[in-house]
């Protein structure tokens, strides 16, 4: 190994190699800070291995970043047709440059995540402002602007920031054909190693096989290529990230463990009461019910602070914030009162609302919560590459990509003081309470009371 290298264990990717320059990336303060920034928020409170940070989670995203753009550059998978609609790829000298920039970028995509991730991030932020646009903001600030233009060769903060946001949370920039692609790269709902990366790492903390795949054979398959004819009636992106055919088993696989780990794990009811009780706290203990998003300030603010906020709140049964830290530090969490079933749904889509609505009425707003996603992203299409060279969509390929399903979630919590009361409650009155609303002869709409005498 050359001695300008400095190399980093991974349990994911065994190494991680950073030259010179990357180093001094990796050391600065916004990357160093992610090492006090949980990757899963408090789900080391469920899954006591989920104790991972964003820091190494970003050293895996400029690993995989690397091996994908070193497979899909390679001259032997570069396409009839990639070369006009990207030239950059023919290119020596900018593929050593952009190789880079990408690097660089993948290890700063998550510079702008709030303590303990994606918690609450919306409620928390002013309007308009993301994480994303946080970290576009850190890359062109002018610390890490003089450091990646002392690189060699040197960088544009302009070309990182691009490529570590991605054009779909950027809407004031221009992307070429190059940029998108590489931005793909890192931030793709296809192939995106940010995905491959958190769907490994996350399994691997976790302890549980949901979240794994072949992402070896998956990123050997990867092409860049360019959409099908027009004769065949296709309508796909150009140019795009695709696989080869003999890779659309792996990608089918990867997508299935993002549905499995959603489904089983990033919507596990504990897990999501848990966020709800840090968002809780936070929106009374940030000054104004919100993260200071200066720049110097925001560097300082991990979930160091945040949980040495709540330790204290919890133990001290005068400060008012007591019971809300108590809820987190105490293991004091709402318990499940109703989680969404198929025959409620059938019966009213609105389910866990009508339930919410009640429980909220009958036992008070500051003792109920609910909690309603849905998996962003789906199954999306993708153009693949099959051995006569002609090229096709996943989607008339993959019975698979067109029936996977969305993780859905749907849970009303209750505190611990009305649990028994409550239980009790929903199960008398269900039926009353999940009727779905109804037109009235008048035109008007009511909706099931629910109140058996007990409502």
Known sequence: MPSQLREIRDP????????????????????????????????????????????????GVMELATRVFDVVTNKDNVRNGIGRLLPEIQDEDKLRYWRRVLRVAALCHDLGHLPFSHGAEKELLPTGLTHESLT??????????????????????EDVAKLAVGHAKVKDVTFSNWEAILSEIITGD?????????????????????????HFRLIDTIRILSPPSEDGGKDLPEPAMGVELGGLQSAEAMLLARYFMYSQVYYHHVRRIYDIHLKDFLVNW????????????????????????????????????????????????????????????????????AVYEHAKEKFGPEDVRHDKRTQTGGAPDFPVLMRDERVESSYSLSATLQKLPEAAFDCVFVSPRRRVDAEQWLHNNRDKIIRPKEENQDGRTSEGSGTDGTC
Request: glycine share 6%; with cysteine.
């Open 12 to 59: 994911v990717h065994v190494f991680v190699r950073l030259d010179k320059g990357e180093s001094r990336v990796l050391d600065s303060r916004p990357v160093q800070r992610l090492r006090h920034i949980h990757q899963l928020g408090l789900s080391c409170l469920v899954y006591p291995g989920a104790s991972h940070k964003r820091f190494e989670h970003s050293l």
């Open 190 to 214: 296809a192939f995106g190693v940010d995905r491959m990366d958190y769907l490994l790492r996350d399994s691997h903390h976790m302890g549980v096989a949901y979240g794994r795949f072949d």
């Open 136 to 157: 576009r903001e850190l890359i062109l600030g002018p610390d890490m602007k003089s450091m990646l233009g002392d690189m060699t060769p040197p960088l544009r903060a």
């Open 286 to 353: 940030l000054p104004g019910g919100q993260f200071d998003t200066d720049l110097e300030r925001f560097i300082r603010m991990t979930d160091n602070q945040v949980t040495a906020a709540m330790v204290d709140a919890a133990y001290d049964p005068c400060d008012q914030l007591h019971e809300l830290a108590r809820r987190v530090v105490c293991r004091e969490h709402f318990r499940l009162l109703y989680e969404r079933n198929p025959e409620d749904v059938k019966k009213n889509r609105e389910a866990g609302s």
